[in-house]
Structure formats: C-alpha cells, structure tokens
C-alpha cells in the first residue's frame, strides 16, 4: 500500500536549521510530482515547496524563498525539505505530498516548533 512517512521534525529555536526527510512506499516515486505542505492552528493548509518528478524544477511561496530547500533521490525513494533561518511563524505541522494526475497521496505530518 502507499505509506508517505515524514521524519525529522521537533524543536528549534528561532534562527535554526532543521531537515525533514519523507520515505515513499508502494507507488512509483519517481513518476510523481512531491510537496511539503504546513498546517499551522487555524489556518489553511499552505504548500511550501515542490519539485518535479526528476528534480529538474522547485518552486516555493515567498513566505519561504531563499530559507527552505526542497530536493529529492529518486533511487531513495525519499524527498527532503532543508530549513533554514527558521522563524515562528514557520511553526506548524509539515506534511509530505505526491501528486500525478488523478492520484493524491498525504503522509501523517511531522511537528515543526519554532521556539526560544
């Protein structure tokens, strides 16, 4: 079956590095778009990086720009997320996403806290 399972989250203080790591299962990783989403307390679900199927392309909101790197090993079957310069308002629960066509897959979340 297909199993996203996100790791690598946990507490930090403001300014810090953290690196969430998202092991795919049971679908053919390397045909698929991947995301990390965020999901802060009462708010919408926001995505915060993506990268095309090879690699080739990143993309990601302003809010992150130039703090968070997305990058991904198709032989892994794993995708990354690199945070860096983290603020509190990058507090949240990060979710791992494959998308293709009419296929939707979520993993379970990782908390993030941004804290002193």
């Known amino acids: 079956q297909v199993q996203l399972v996100e790791s690598g989250g946990g507490l930090v203080q403001p300014g810090g590095s953290l690196r969430l790591s998202c092991a795919a299962s049971g679908f053919t990783f390397s045909s698929y778009f991947m995301n990390w989403y965020r999901q802060a307390p009462g708010k919408e679900r926001e995505l915060v990086a993506h990268?095309?199927?090879?690699?080739?392309?990143?993309n990601y909101p302003d809010s992150v720009k130039g703090r968070f790197t997305i990058s991904r090993d198709n032989a892994k079957n794993a995708v990354y997320l690199q945070m860096n310069s983290l603020k509190p308002e990058d507090t949240a629960v990060y979710y791992c996403?494959?998308?293709?066509?009419?296929?939707?897959?979520w993993g379970q979340g990782t908390q993030v806290t941004v804290s002193s």
């Open positions: 996403n494959a998308r293709r066509r009419g296929d939707d897959y």
């Open positions: 990268i095309t199927s090879a690699g080739g392309i990143t």
